[in-house]
């Protein structure tokens, strides 16, 4: 890999970082203006803000979806700004598992093949996919639904597929942008207690993007945003 860092102390950290979109005919949109975040291994992180606050821009960031105009990532010791693209690939597919608020489920795939999907890029034998798949149900309290479709599944369940194919790589970081926004009460509920479960048992590092004021309760650390910086 490029370039790592000897023991840096953090296993993220972004320093000043800022995200600027436009062209030369266009008004700047000043996405991120000097954003400085520290996330240690095993911390549950929420961020929370109105719509248009950078909460996104700053996700697809962090999980190597988009670079910085300008600043310093640093992810697991490596200094993110001088990987090359193979690279953010290779860190993407084995580091970081992401959770949307739309499933993206294929209505004709069983679940547990839902859940294989990341393992193609892995080079995994099949026999290994089905294995992974399985267990990666079983965390989520899916190891007796991995024939159903989604049509068959609630839409908890159909999140906590979802759940299951960001961990089917067993990453180091579980992304989540709003993961109960399309959910009744009761259903984010149960994904709630999942997420606390990961975190506090699996010993999962979640950062995740919520309106939601449970989340922010369950949080280890919560961040408001506004207008592309952190505030008070």
């Known amino acids: 890999m490029s370039e790592s860092i000897e023991k840096h102390p953090h296993f993220i950290e972004l320093e000043n970082v800022k995200k600027t ?3 030369p005919d266009m ?3 000043h996405a991120l203006k000097g954003i400085n975040l520290i996330i240690d291994d095993g911390d549950f992180t929420a961020i929370m803000g109105p719509s248009g606050c950078g909460k996104s821009t700053l996700m697809n960031i962090v999980g190597l979806l988009d670079a910085p105009t300008s600043g310093s990532y640093f992810l697991r010791w490596h200094k993110v700004g001088v990987m090359t693209q193979d690279e953010w690939s290779m ?4 580091t970081i598992g992401f959770v949307f608020q739309g499933y993206n489920l294929l209505k004709r795939m069983p679940a547990r093949e839902q859940v294989a999907l990341p393992l193609g890029y892995l080079g995994v ?3 290994e996919k089905k294995e992974r798949a399985a267990h990666a149900l079983e965390i989520v309290g899916l190891g007796n639904r991995l024939d159903a479709l989604p049509n068959q599944l609630s839409g908890g369940q159909q ?5 299951a194919r960001a961990l089917v790589t067993n990453p180091w970081l579980l992304l989540a942008d709003e993961p109960t926004g399309a959910l009744d009460s009761k259903m984010w509920e149960e994904i709630l207690r999942l997420f606390k479960r990961l975190n506090e048992e699996e010993k999962r590092t979640i950062l995740l993007i919520t309106h939601d004021p449970q989340i922010w309760a369950s949080a280890k650390q919560l961040i408001k945003m506004k207008d592309g910086e952190f505030v008070e």
């Open 91 to 94: 860190i993407r597919r084995q």
């Open 125 to 127: 034998s099949s026999k």
């Open 27 to 29: 008004e700047p949109v």
């Open 159 to 163: 999140q906590r597929v979802c759940i």
């Open 21 to 23: 979109y436009g062209g």
